[in-house]
């Protein structure tokens, strides 16, 4: 598989191999190897250079033979981005980004971790192992290739799918019938296969859960034959500093079993290109090439420390490769075993200022070298309505924020903030220890998911669209952003994508992506990719709302506002007459989504939180141009 390189110096990809992935992150990759036969399948690393700060997805061509494959904005550099901000590329040859977390777990039993009250939980406390042997063929064998046929929305095009294109990963089997690999080796998935090493029969997979968040999906298989005879992997604690660690897995170049051998040189809160997310990651230098995402990384005495997943790309380093460490693991295991499902990793929702400067914490009447300033709160979170502006967070469950941002990890090391929210599952509380205005005090924050304006991946895989007189309206989304370019989009509209927060939840963008050619919209033909703020004067929400405003509609003429005072007026009546005539011109089926069919329910109730700007704030880590600004 040949990895497209980005026109930055470095990027994370994802690797799946067969498929030809391409996750480019501004200084971010991840590599997924996948074989074609139409040619290179881009796939969009989801840190994105914000300019473009993206999740990492698998990357798909065209299947249009008119369009040229284009570079997303996750491919180009990242305007103020710091220097030694790395790019990750995902170990199946996509980009992403990368997380780390920190403490240590030992051999787990059911799902590769010892069970407490239907919990996954990880010992903290070292534990003696007796060395194994890593020749060991029935050890090697619970390492098992991935064949994964995808079919990918064509966002520009949304009543219809691209062409289906086909890639490979590695899994690992866990136990209860149960294997784990990365998300990205399954994202947009109509067909899962795998198959055992030395075995030549392939077995159809079911996909239980995808955590976009921190790249893992879960598994399973149903045939018995699978898994006669299978030893399922233990999870091992977090290691340290130069511990050895051993990569297993089905890269490019081969269709027998790869081992690769490095060590641990960091561990840290790192960024992951999939799901544009800063989790714990553990970066080592063994080698990791597309296909080998989803594949398992080992300790010495033969346990499971994490999942390989991305690796760094750049001009100036080498044998950079991240693995998703086990702590991640086991939250994504429990989550699952609480929920039924992925529900993500909660996110505070405040915009924070580290306070190293003497005057400044002087200002906010900080006494000591300790805290971390709130610059701004999401509307959209819990902590909107109990953080205000100009607070500093001096504590958090106990645990003291240093005035870099920092808490304490493990013995003599530091770690970043976020480490701690990350640890939480959505719905969690959290107390603060605030300073305000001098004063100490303690507040308790619900954590939940955050909400993105302009998403990076779409709930269900299909976007949403409304056609109306021909005028083609659906979300703007980091997906559709990729697949259009950012010459076409044009710079208001990614302005708004990059530094504007969702208002309220359910909030979106709406363009009008295209104007499908009709006497009745004659003079419109050439609009495209442009905002429709109102109709009829009232103020849109979101997509389903404008549906259901344009369903509603009494008066004779349907006016459309745009961005830049540009209007757009039909008929009524002639715009419904044409619909039908439109529909069947251009092959399309259907002049809306199926989720747009459903009743329309105002989510939001206070208009005036729709008319409220709010803006000016970087949307990710990625956007802000140095490392005195971060999101948590």
Known sequence: MAVAVSSCSCFFSVMSSTVKFRYSVSSQSCFSSSQRSFGSVTSRGIIRNRGASSPNRDSSSSPKSNREQKEGPSQKKNAGQPKDEKPYLYGDGNSGRGNARGYQPTAYKSFGMQRKDKEFVIDLKDQQAEPGNLQNAAFLNAVVKVYCTHTAPDYSLPWQKQR????????????DGKLLTNAHCVEHYTQVKVKRRGDDTKYVAKVLARGVDCDIALLSVESEEFWREADPLRFGRLPHLQDAVTVVGYPLGGDTISVTKGVVSRIEVTSYAHGSSDL????IDAAINPGNSGGPAFNDQGECIGVAF????SEEAENIGYVIPTTVVSHFLNDYERNGKFSGFPCLGVLLQ????????????????????????????????VLKEGDVIVSFDGTHVGSEGTVPFRSNERIAFRYLISQKFAGDTAELGIIRAGEFMKLEVVLNPRVHLVPYHIDGGQPSYLITAGLVFTPLSEPLIDEE??????????????????????????ILSQVLANDVNIGYEDMSNQQVLKFNGTRIKNIHHLAHLVDSCKNKYLVFEFEDNYVAILEREAAIAASSCILKDYGIPSERSSDLLEPYLDSVGDDRAVDNEFGDSPVSNFEIGFDGLLWA
Do not use: H
């Not at 991305?310 to 790309?313: A, E, G, L, T």
């Open 164 to 175: 289906q294109f086909t890639s490979t990963g590695s899994a690992f089997m866990i136990g």
């Open 280 to 283: 714990l990651g553990i970066q």
């Open 310 to 313: 991305q690796v760094y790309r």
């Open 354 to 385: 580290k306070l190293e400067n003497p005057a400044l914490r002087a200002c906010f009447k900080v006494q000591s070298n300790e805290g971390i300033l709130v610059r701004r709160v999401e509307p959209t979170s819990n902590a909107n309505s």
């Open 485 to 510: 370019c950012e010459d076409s989009i044009g710079l208001r509209l990614l302005t708004k994508a990059r530094y504007s927060l969702a208002r309220f939840k359910g909030e979106q963008i709406v």
